[in-house]
């Protein structure tokens, strides 16, 4: 069912813009109301991370998201507790990031099965590549979640057919190289050029990540193909902004507000790049 949603966003002739939110961050309750303010601005799908002290993959703004969501007790048993809630009143698509320690100490079967009866769409495994991840495919297939792989911008065009061809949900391509992070400049023209190729030579969707952070951001990498673009640093810095030293709310309802108000100054300029 999860699985048909994105598949079924996927289809629609514009593409889709996801914000990318910790599960937990600032707390449980919070998060709750952050996610839901990132729906109400218009956001078309989301995708969800379970923090971890030790993301690898992610720059100093999704650590701190996870220092904070560890700090408050989020744990994967709350984060999925954390979706169900979320999923009882929304249809879009959640798009599941974990981190390999967390799904194989819980076993690969388990961990994919919780992940589907808490609604996911989809997961991706940024630390987990594709030639160790055969019972995590199975155990995707078998629960009909599917399977997102990473690519880079300079993954040769061989490897992006490979990842493509194992990719269930989207193929991931990382608009910079190294760790994730809000970029303070235009969309490198190479990494067009990557997204364009990325289209090209393999039959998945294509998502970008890793660098956007505004509407232009968007725009670029729509225009060279891409079906999804997700912002994650740059609502998480927003979200840090409203905190006092304790890393809790200064006031709720303004950051919400606050949330709402971004996701709905990064939703829709899909359609508008599709008019063009």
């Keep these: 069912m999860s699985l048909d949603l994105l598949r079924d966003r996927l289809a629609q002739p514009t593409p889709s813009f996801s914000p990318f939110l910790m599960l937990g961050d600032p707390d449980p309750e919070t998060s709750l109301g952050v996610c839901r303010a990132a729906l109400a601005g218009g956001a078309d799908m989301l995708e969800l991370g ?39 009143g929304s249809d879009v698509p959640f798009n599941l990031l974990v981190y390999g320690n967390l799904a194989h100490r819980r076993g690969w079967g388990r961990f994919v099965q919780e992940a589907a009866r808490a609604g996911a769409s989809s997961i991706l495994v940024p630390d987990v590549p594709l030639e160790e991840g055969g019972a995590l495919a199975a155990a995707c297939a078998d629960q009909n979640v599917g399977l997102v792989h990473l690519a880079g911008p300079r993954t040769d065009d061989a490897r992006l057919q490979q990842l493509g061809a194992a990719s269930t949900g989207f193929l991931y391509l990382a608009g910079r190289q190294g760790i994730t992070g809000a970029r303070h400049d235009d969309v490198p023209q190479q990494v067009r ?5 990325a289209v090209t030579v393999q039959p998945a969707a294509v998502c970008v990540g890793f660098g956007l952070k505004t509407r232009g951001h968007l725009e670029a990498v729509y225009d060279a193909g891409a ?50």
Excluded: N, Y
């Design 50 to 88: 379970i923090p971890f002290s030790d993301p690898c993959a992610d720059g100093p703004s999704v650590q701190a998201a996870c220092s904070r969501a560890l700090g408050r007790g989020t744990d994967v048993a709350t984060a999925f507790q954390l979706m169900m809630t979320l999923r009882e």
């Design 193 to 197: 050029d990557a997204v364009r190729r």
């Design 227 to 276: 079906r999804v673009a997700i912002v994650g640093s740059a609502l998480l810095d927003r979200i840090a902004t409203h905190l006092d030293e304790r890393g809790r709310p200064r006031d709720t309802d303004t950051l919400l507000r606050d949330m709402e108000r971004r996701a709905a100054g990064l939703a829709g300029c899909g359609a508008e790049t599709k008019e063009d």
